[in-house]
């Protein structure tokens, strides 16, 4: 017995449930679960190779002396646009 619960009532449930929906949605159900359970693994299993690609693959060095410039822009009028 499970907490009280023979097989007997257990079949009696099943029976009666068999009834109600009837096998082919139950089936339905089941896949349902079964496609769903294998798309949680999936995605646990996509997190863990994530999670691996988040580590840095180059070093970036910012120590080098380059040229740099000091750039304003500004949005041309319809005038300056005609004069061209």
Same mark, same amino acid.
């Given at each position: 017995?499970?907490?009280? #619960?023979? #097989?007997?009532?257990?079949?009696?449930?099943?029976?009666?449930?068999?009834?109600?929906?009837?096998?082919? +949605?139950?089936? =339905? *159900?089941?896949? /349902?679960?079964?496609?769903? *359970?294998?798309?949680?693994?999936?995605?646990? =299993?996509?997190? /863990? +190779?994530?999670?691996? /690609?988040? +580590?840095?693959?180059?070093? *970036?060095?910012?120590?080098?002396?380059?040229? $740099?410039?000091?750039?304003?822009?500004?949005? +041309? $009028?319809?005038?300056?646009?005609?004069?061209?």
């Amino acid at each position: 017995m499970l907490g009280g #619960i023979s #097989i007997w009532q257990l079949l009696i449930v099943l029976g009666i449930i068999i009834l109600i929906f009837g096998t082919k +949605k139950l089936r =339905n *159900v089941g896949g /349902d679960l079964g496609g769903a *359970v294998k798309g949680f693994k999936k995605a646990m =299993n996509e997190e /863990d +190779k994530a999670q691996d /690609d988040d +580590k840095p693959q180059a070093q *970036v060095r910012h120590d080098e002396q380059g040229e $740099t410039y000091d750039v304003h822009a500004e949005r +041309k $009028t319809e005038e300056q646009e005609e004069r061209k």
